[in-house]
């Protein structure tokens, strides 16, 4: 027995080694639908994962409190006594441009328990001259390099530091900014945020609290999951309110002591005009005693002192004029997700994977697993002598079926090992590596999913030894004698096109067999239709992804946003200060076009995401508004205009937060309050969110007159160094604030586009590899099925052509038939996903381009010419004397 | 005479040295145009091997098969698949109808590659199937599937009509009705038809019998007075 057990071992061997081909096609299809699932499904986790750790290393804030005026003590203390605030530290930082450059840095003060600096090399700053920067700085500077800041005008100056040369003593990284490039808005240089570093307070001139940071005690998960981010957003939500209440009361005291000063002056001058007019009284009653020089001579010092008085007088009337409308003191509290642009996006990018998870690996699994159950219950009916032989022989039901599971068995845990190897280290890494390029999280924790990798052993292990199995186990049914016959062939049989005379009538002779031959295997011929379909259908979404995004900038800044910069003033600065930056606007060379608007970040918040920021923006002459933005409808590119009763906002926040024209919206600002706004139009836009109206309907909705506070500015050069020239030559004015570009979300669009390419890529990759598997195997099923009738036709004398061609026709029409279902399944699929993918404030075109088709459809049929090029010399090597054996 | 066919001192060696095989070995025979040849061997004798270099299926080792003035043993892969194609009508033993076709489209399957085909229609009109012109194989019996096949080779219009065991996997009676079918024919249409067949029992049949046996020719006769299949029992 036990030699006989060892010759069944040896066939089941064989049955490997002679059908290697099959066997590797089903582990290359098991691994490539194991590896496309797992990976996906385990990268946005991953990378969670990984930001969590990295957050949690740096002990990241929950919250954050931003004044922009210093915390008293006594605001410190209702800080740290706000609901659920286990620990809070304060800190404060001063933006600056690092000397003779554009690049801007933040100067923070160092914390040491909370969002603290984690020192990659060297250590942090210890005496006032000392500082860590950013670890991305550490192929430009060395430890041991001094450093000098600058103001906007590059003097070495920087308003709130004692000095401006430091000496670096380390590199660190931080938790709360983790992008690589933009890591938000300054007033400093250029206006967008390049870099920080790390002082001590010591550094500072009278250090004063700006910034608190939060630890919450009731929060439960980690970073990113719902219940926690819900939680965080509900504290802040409840802690605004009572941190107005405190920002008015600093306000007053603000007031109540710059009216202390201000009256002390007044009587002051009062004084001196006393004292000056006596003077003057004693000058006139004496003037007769005096000659015309000698009275000259005195009444130069008393007119002198006048000129000084009428000077302070004047200076005492602004700043009490200030005092009344000048910026109120805020105290803006904010999540994670709201402070912290990285954290917001990193988060954003993890879930746009998730997202691909569930539709791509889908796909990809469902064709996989068709094509191995047809080939494997293809092994089953082609072994039926094999299992008669053994049967008759007296082995057990079982030994005979051993060869089927063994082989399903084999190739599935092969194929399932293969692909969830690759899928847990390779994939994730590399998306994660594209990711890297713009976050500073380093350390990517490739975590084994047991969950995904059982489920689809589970699924490969089915789909490998049930079909085949079941296959023989109904053949294993009959009686070994009868088992022993050949199979009849499938009896050949009418189709529904021979009813249609039109059309088979004009049908040749050849492609009347390729019709019958289509519709003899009813399943396959769906296989090949769908394993073809899917392919076609995941290489255009891959493809149309790729161009939407990048059609994203294009469009935007080539029909829609004509400004490139928008140019923050500050409308309570000096009459004299806002001349003099009025003059620089206007001498800046290369301003094509320029007008004033009034520009403010509000907030939406719809529902279903997280917050949106909105720029709200009230142009001064909403005739000219056109030259800068284009307000027009998505769907007809009919111009909107400005009206009375109502704003314009872009059509993304529409979708967002669901409001339709005639609707209304809710925005909020700095401080909470809530703006409801009446929709008068929808205009389109690409990337970010906008909302427009005239200067009336501002007066009606916000209850003042607009204070128009920025230049919206066109140049005629619109690169990036031109445009970061101007803006820090305009920022270099002290009335100016800061400066938006245009041209930021243009690069927040690149990163995710470039993170976004790798995916398509990796994934147009795999799906080609399954389009080539898919037609490869059916193929070959189709052609060792048929050897017998090949054989037969080469006898009949066909030529070698002839012969691949009576095999691939029904192979080409049938790829065909795939590739156009394909198309339809394609435009769906990329509908699907570029509905959810792109960012929450981007809206993309979902048009898909005639060439998303064309090299989707072209690549398939390459694929179909190379199985034929496989398969001709297969073809080629049947042998013709086969067709004169008995069936077998 | 002039021979139609000739085959002329025709070797298929297998291996060399210690382990030659030689299937055929040294055989040479002529036939006259119109003959009905029987070329009888047990299982083994070699005659398989004739008959797939006949047929332009395979080429032998030396020697020349001279076909209707055609060398076809110099002949090359594709002057082979043309000379199969124009040359050579095939009966096969388990008929090898294509199982997705009707009758009539097996037929039109071979005279659509021919030159000089003959109407399939005509042709199965002739072997007594034009009832069954649109059945399937399946629908078919035994012998009226070897019908088909014969149709089918008939259609082509070929020089040589080459059947492998036509009877092998038929009846008695069924058996005898193809044969008849297959001699009717040679007569009629002064076409040569050549069976392979394993029994000897048929013989008397032909116009022309050559005996197979381990590779040579053991008899080579021309019968002057052919029986009719009627006649022979076996």
């Given at each position: 027995m036990a030699a006989m057990k060892k010759t069944l071992n040896q066939n089941i061997f064989r049955e490997f080694k002679f059908s290697f081909a099959r066997f590797i096609s089903i582990v290359i299809l098991i691994s490539l639908g194991v590896y496309v699932l797992v990976g996906l499904k385990v990268t946005g986790h991953d990378m969670r994962?990984?930001?969590?750790?990295?957050?949690?290393?740096?002990?990241?804030a929950d919250a954050y409190v931003e004044g922009n005026t210093s915390f008293t003590r006594a605001d410190q203390k209702y800080i740290k006594q706000l609901p659920h605030v286990s620990k809070a530290e304060f800190s404060t930082y001063r933006d600056a441009v690092i000397k003779n450059t554009h690049t801007t840095v933040r100067l923070l003060s160092n914390t040491s328990q909370i969002s603290t600096n984690n020192v990659t090399k060297g250590r942090l700053p210890k005496a006032?001259?000392?500082?860590?920067?950013?670890?991305?700085?550490?192929?430009?500077?060395?430890?041991?390099?001094?450093?000098t800041f600058a103001n906007n005008k590059n003097q070495s100056k920087v308003s709130g530091l004692k000095q401006t040369t430091f000496k670096i003593v380390g590199f660190v990284t931080s938790s709360d900014y983790i992008n690589k490039q933009n890591l938000g808005t300054t007033t400093a240089g250029t206006g967008e945020l390049n870099s920080f570093g790390v002082i001590t307070k010591a550094a500072f001139k009278n250090y004063q609290p700006t910034v608190a940071k939060l630890d919450y005690n009731n929060l439960r998960g980690s970073s990113y999951d719902n219940e926690f981010e819900?939680?965080?957003?509900?504290?802040?939500?409840?802690?605004?309110?009572?941190?107005?209440?405190?920002?008015?009361?600093?306000?007053?005291?603000?007031?109540n002591r710059a009216k202390h000063k201000i009256n002390q002056q007044a009587t002051e001058l009062k004084r001196q005009q006393t004292a000056l007019n006596k003077r003057r009284t004693q000058l006139s009653a004496s003037a007769s005693r005096l000659s015309a020089t000698q009275r000259r001579q005195a009444n130069r010092p008393i007119k002198a002192a006048q000129a000084r008085i009428d000077q302070a007088k004047q200076k005492l009337q602004t700043t009490s004029n200030k005092l009344n409308s000048g910026n109120r003191v805020t105290y803006q509290i904010q999540s994670r997700n709201d402070y912290n642009l990285g954290y917001n996006e990193y988060g954003e990018n993890s879930r746009k994977i998730d997202l691909l998870s569930?539709?791509?690996?889908?796909?990809?699994?469902?064709?996989?697993?068709l094509v191995c159950v047809i080939t494997m219950s293809r092994m089953g009916e082609e072994s039926r002598i094999q299992l008669g032989t053994l049967r008759a022989l007296g082995y057990s039901k079982f030994d005979t079926m051993k060869v089927f599971l063994s082989y399903g068995f084999l190739s599935g845990l092969i194929g399932t090992g293969l692909g969830a190897w690759i899928g847990t280290t390779f994939l994730p890494t590399q998306i994660f590596k594209t990711y890297s390029a713009n976050f500073s999280v380093p350390d990517f924790h490739a975590l084994i999913s047991v969950k995904w990798i059982l489920i689809s052993l589970l699924i490969s292990l089915v789909c490998t030894t049930v079909p085949g199995a079941y296959v023989a186990g109904r053949s294993l049914k009959e009686y070994p004698a009868t088992l022993m016959l050949p199979k009849k062939p499938k009896r050949g049989a009418k189709i529904l096109l021979e009813r249609v005379p039109f059309i088979w009538k004009r049908l040749s002779f050849n492609y009347k067999v390729t019709f019958r031959n289509i519709f003899r295997f009813k399943l396959r011929m769906m296989m090949t239709i769908l394993g073809v379909m899917g392919c076609t259908a995941l290489l255009i979404t891959g493809f149309g992804m790729r161009d939407s995004l990048s059609g994203v900038n294009t469009k935007q800044y080539h029909e829609i946003v004509h400004y490139d910069i928008i140019s923050i003033f500050n409308p309570s600065a000096t009459t004299k200060q806002k001349q003099a930056y009025e003059r620089?606007?206007?001498?800046?060379?290369?301003?094509?076009?320029?007008?004033?608007?009034?520009?403010?970040?509000?907030?939406?918040?719809?529902?279903?995401?997280?917050?949106?920021?909105?720029?709200?923006?009230?142009?001064?002459?909403?005739?000219?508004?056109?030259?800068?933005?284009?307000?027009?409808?998505?769907?007809?590119?009919?111009?909107?205009?400005?009206?009375?009763?109502?704003?314009?906002?872009t059509d993304k926040l529409a979708h967002l937060t669901n409001t339709k024209v005639g609707g209304h919206i809710t925005l909020t600002n700095s401080t909470g309050k809530h703006y409801r706004i009446k929709v008068s139009g929808i205009t389109q836009m690409y990337v970010g969110h906008s909302v427009y109206m005239n200067a009336n309907y501002y007066h009606h909705r916000f209850g003042k007159r607009v204070a128009y506070n920025a230049n919206m500015l066109k140049l005629n050069n619109r690169s990036d160094g031109n445009?970061?020239?101007?803006?820090?030559?305009?920022?270099?004015?002290?009335?100016?604030?800061?400066?938006?570009?245009?041209?930021?979300?243009?690069k927040m669009v690149d990163n995710l586009l470039g993170g976004l390419n790798n995916i398509v890529l990796i994934i147009t990759i795999a799906a080609s590899a399954l389009a080539f598997v898919v037609l490869f195997t059916l193929t070959n099923i189709n052609v060792s099925e048929r050897e017998r009738e090949l054989a037969t036709i080469k006898v009949l004398g066909f030529y070698p052509g002839e012969v691949i061609m009576y095999v691939f026709r029904e192979t080409f029409i049938l790829t065909f038939v795939g590739i156009l279902v394909g198309f339809v399944g394609g435009a769906w699929l990329h509908n699907f996903i570029m509905q959810t993918l792109p960012p929450d404030n981007a809206h993309v075109d979902l048009t898909l381009l005639w060439t998303n088709f064309a090299t989707s459809a072209g690549l398939t049929i390459i694929f179909a010419f190379m199985v034929m090029f496989l398969m001709a010399s297969k073809i080629k090597n049947i042998d013709m004397l086969g067709a004169l054996k008995g069936v077998d | 005479m002039l021979a139609y066919i000739d085959v002329k001192h025709s070797y298929k060696i297998y291996g060399s040295g210690e382990n030659e095989t030689r299937a055929n070995d040294d055989i040479s025979f002529s036939l006259a145009k119109g003959e009905l040849t029987i070329i009888v061997g047990a299982s083994g004798a070699g005659k398989s091997t004739l008959l797939n270099i006949l047929g332009g299926m395979d080429t032998n080792t030396k020697g020349d098969v001279i076909i209707n003035g055609k060398n076809i043993s110099k002949y090359d892969q594709r002057q082979l698949t043309t000379y199969r194609r124009h040359s050579i009508g095939f009966v096969f033993q388990f008929y090898n109808l294509i199982p997705n076709l009707t009758s009539l489209e097996n037929v039109q399957l071979a005279s659509e590659i021919a030159p000089d085909a003959l109407d399939g229609e005509q042709v199965l009109n002739d072997v007594g199937l034009a009832k069954r012109m649109d059945n399937f194989p399946s629908e078919l019996s035994g012998g009226e599937q070897q019908r088909v096949s014969i149709a089918r080779a008939i259609a082509k219009n070929p020089e040589i009509l080459l059947c492998d065991e036509p009877t092998g996997a038929l009846d008695y009676h069924t058996g005898k009705k193809v044969l008849k079918l297959l001699q009717d024919f040679c007569h009629n249409s002064n076409k040569n038809v050549i069976i392979v067949t394993h029994n000897a029992a048929i013989k008397p049949m032909g116009d022309h019998v050559i005996e197979i046996g381990d590779g040579k020719v053991r008899e080579d006769k021309v019968v002057k007075k052919p029986v009719s299949v009627e006649k022979i029992e076996w």
């Open positions: 994962i990984t930001g969590n750790n990295y957050y949690t290393a740096h002990k990241m006032a001259n000392e500082i860590a920067l950013n670890n991305s700085e550490r192929g430009k500077y060395q430890i041991g390099d001094s450093i819900n939680q965080i957003q509900q504290n802040v939500n409840d802690s605004q309110r009572g941190l107005n209440h405190r920002a008015n009361l600093r306000q007053a005291a603000l007031v569930n539709s791509f690996p889908i796909i990809f699994f469902a064709v996989a697993i620089a606007v206007n001498n800046t060379s290369g301003i094509k076009y320029q007008t004033q608007i009034y520009y403010e970040g509000l907030t939406a918040k719809p529902r279903a995401t997280n917050n949106q920021s909105v720029s709200l923006m009230v142009p001064k002459q909403p005739t000219k508004l056109n030259q800068f933005i284009t307000l027009q409808n998505p769907d007809s590119n009919k111009a909107i205009r400005l009206s009375n009763n109502g704003a314009i906002i445009i970061n020239r101007v803006a820090s030559d305009l920022n270099q004015q002290p009335a100016a604030l800061t400066s938006i570009q245009s041209n930021g979300a243009k | -």
